[in-house]
């Protein structure tokens, strides 16, 4: 094993360099998994891929099988999808609707809240066994905020979900609450995909706030020619000039949040108060939606006030330490979760949300623009799989170069940049090194913690 | 109605075509993929009707009868996205497709139906075997097009959805060339 450290932290020079062993070594990935993946709080789905009773979907959450239901009792449930019986999967569907799932093999059934309710030949069975002891088990703890389920496999973790999530809690809230307080709808239709790269390539990437003008081109040239277009309607007289100015959305440098335990947001507030969907996606060439779109806006504004408006309409890449990413740029928004396989190779998931009362045209509009820059056939994400991937090829020399360079803007404040910083995969990667080596960094932040917004002063919370 | 249900065609159908109209569209889909594979795309665009809307769609894998204003799907383009999607992989930003693949399509089992409106329904099944460097990806599927009488080879495209018969995509990872 390459016996060099896994990051190095110079705030002398200053420089931060990330060991490319981490990405290609077995013997870490075997750590990560008992350290990180076994121990932080890991996101399983949303409350709203399961609508009715009785619902269910199936998937594996770090590495283990689990089945995400609601009961008939309308309770969600987080369970092993594992046949107590002889360890078959129990479940093999990856969605549906059933008051029992039967076990195929000799006959094990059990309901949506892990009850074992019917076998054959119960009888035959010693006294004293107990048909309650041989229900399916259940990671250590579940529990959800607004709607986002997470567990945790760790029994010995002590930190309650919201404490894990600290103050990402805020940027969770900046989506939830464009629900106006009903619950964000996950959109039926998801992404299977993978990456042939390392899992913690696809944290960088998703937090990366200036590799776009590069690597994304394509989708650029796109978003340029709908502006071309939409002024090109506009001069044709048939339709009011519309959304076609365009501002940065976020501020000098990225807008980076550090929320704690290695949760960390890059993104900025809707500085064209609503005269684009966050700044990226097509022009509005309908001045009818352009109409809608304010029109959703003056309703948050009522809800919630100008300021959190304005930030929860702004574009936003957070990562949840340390393999979910919640992106909602304006246009939309996906929830994406990852685990390697390999050093070299992830599953990674993609679902679309959006508020559940949008007008059908805002709607579609939502998931038309969603599907021009994310998703594995998108105008974007192709292109992030693509530089993943080569990145993962370019480390087989890495014996030769070991070092990724993660230091720019290390010495100057986010206001002093030209262009976007990098203190958001530091972040990360601090987090990511105390958790592998058990020792917490004795150098202090590099950016202000993040401080939560006094929410009783600002929003209210439901059209209610 | 959902696509599905507009485009089915019968066994009986199937039996009964025109089996002219069968041969005319397998010409045309034997065009189309040879564009498509030597990656001559601006003729390949110039095979859709040339006014209106149109539509190119790729479901996700498990909602293969994805009706595009319920279901997230891969890929949902207007006249004005696919055009973006044309231009930018033949300028070189399209990163998974540069340098390009090297395709190879079996077009089989094709039916076509003229329908009282005057417009047509092709069907058919696809293989595209994609080699990029050391690595080969298979994508099979489906491709479901309703076209009209026009242009230089007969029939040009109104609507093609082209469905993976994939369960996930896995290992591929994207789809970043033209189905």
């Known amino acids: 094993m390459n016996q060099l450290p896994y990051i190095i932290d110079d705030r002398e020079t200053p420089k931060f360099w990330v060991n490319r062993a981490t990405m290609v070594e077995q013997e870490i990935l075997d750590l990560e998994k008992k350290k990180i993946f076994e121990k932080c709080w890991l996101y399983v789905g949303h409350e709203s891929e399961l609508n009715k009773v009785n619902d269910f979907r199936t998937r594996r959450v770090g590495g283990r099988p689990i089945i995400f239901t609601r009961s008939a009792t309308d309770k969600i449930n987080v369970l092993v999808n594992v046949c107590t019986h002889r360890g078959m999967i129990l479940e093999t569907r990856k969605e549906g609707n059933a008051r029992n799932m039967r076990c195929f093999y000799h006959g094990w059934q059990f309901n949506t809240e892990g009850r074992l309710t019917s076998m054959p030949a119960e009888e035959d069975y010693p006294a004293g066994w107990k048909r309650a002891e041989r229900c399916l088990p259940r990671p250590a703890h579940a529990a959800s905020y607004r709607g986002f389920w997470f567990l945790c496999w760790d029994k010995e973790q002590t930190q309650s979900l919201e404490e894990y999530l600290g103050n990402a809690t805020d940027y969770i809230d900046l989506l939830a609450d464009q629900a106006c307080g009903d619950m964000m709808q996950v959109s039926s239709g998801t992404q299977y995909y993978t990456m042939h790269a390392n899992w913690k390539l696809l944290v960088e990437n998703s937090i990366d706030g200036y590799h776009a003008a590069t690597t994304h081109n394509r989708f650029l040239q796109m978003v340029s020619a709908s502006v071309k277009e939409s002024e090109f309607d506009a001069r044709k007289g048939s339709k009011a000039r519309v959304g076609v100015r365009r501002k940065r959305t976020s501020l000098k440098g990225n807008g980076t949040a550090d929320l704690g335990n290695g949760h960390v947001s890059i993104g900025g507030s809707d500085l064209s108060k609503g005269k684009s969907r966050g700044g990226l996606g097509r022009a509005f060439t309908d001045s009818h939606l352009q109409q809608e779109h304010m029109l959703r806006r003056d309703e948050y504004v009522k809800l919630y006030g100008e300021e959190w408006t304005d930030r929860m309409l702004g574009g936003r890449n957070m990562l949840i330490f340390p393999n979910l990413v919640i992106n909602d740029l304006g246009m939309g928004a996906t929830i994406r979760a990852f685990y390697p396989e390999e050093p070299g190779y992830m599953d990674v998931t993609s679902w679309e949300i959006s508020p559940p009362d949008l007008s059908p045209g805002l709607h579609e509009a939502r998931k038309s623009d969603f599907l021009t820059f994310w998703g594995p056939a998108g105008l974007a994400t192709p292109d992030d799989v693509e530089a993943l991937a080569r990145c993962q090829r370019g480390f087989e020399s890495y014996e030769i170069d070991p070092w990724n360079d993660i230091s720019r803007g290390m010495d100057k404040s986010e206001d002093e940049l030209v262009g976007a910083g990098e203190v958001q995969m530091r972040v990360f990667w601090r987090h990511w090194n105390t958790m592998m080596t058990g020792a917490a960094s004795e150098l202090e932040a590099e950016i202000e913690p993040y401080e939560k917004v006094e929410k009783s002063d600002l929003i209210v919370r439901s059209r209610s | ?179």
């Not at chain 2, 065009?31 to 149109?54: V, Y």
């Not at chain 2, 077009?107 to 990029?132: I, W």
């Not at chain 2, 242009?151 to 995509?169: A, M």
Request: with cysteine; net charge negative.
């Open chain 2, 1 to 179: 109605m959902s696509v599905n249900e507009e485009t089915s065609i019968s066994p009986n159908d199937v039996m009964l075509q025109d089996n002219q109209l069968r041969f005319a569209a397998e010409n045309y889909l034997i065009t189309e993929a040879e564009l498509l594979d030597t990656w001559q795309l601006d003729k390949w665009f110039a095979l859709w009707a040339a006014e209106g809307d149109l539509a190119y769609e790729i479901p996700s894998t498990d909602q293969p009868d994805a009706d595009p204003d319920v279901h997230l799907m891969f890929v949902r383009d207007d006249r004005f996205l696919l055009r973006q999607r044309v231009r930018s992989t033949m300028n070189g930003t399209n990163w998974a497709e540069n340098p390009r693949s090297t395709l190879r399509r079996m077009v089989s089992n094709v039916t076509a139906v003229e329908r009282a409106d005057g417009s047509f329904v092709f069907k058919c099944n696809f293989v595209v075997y994609r080699s990029q460097e050391a690595v080969q990806q298979i994508f099979p599927g489906h491709s479901i097009y309703q076209l009209e009488r026009g242009g230089e080879y007969g029939f040009v495209i109104r609507h093609k959805r082209s469905v993976l018969d994939l369960q996930e995509l896995r290992p591929h990872g994207r789809v970043a060339f033209i189905l």
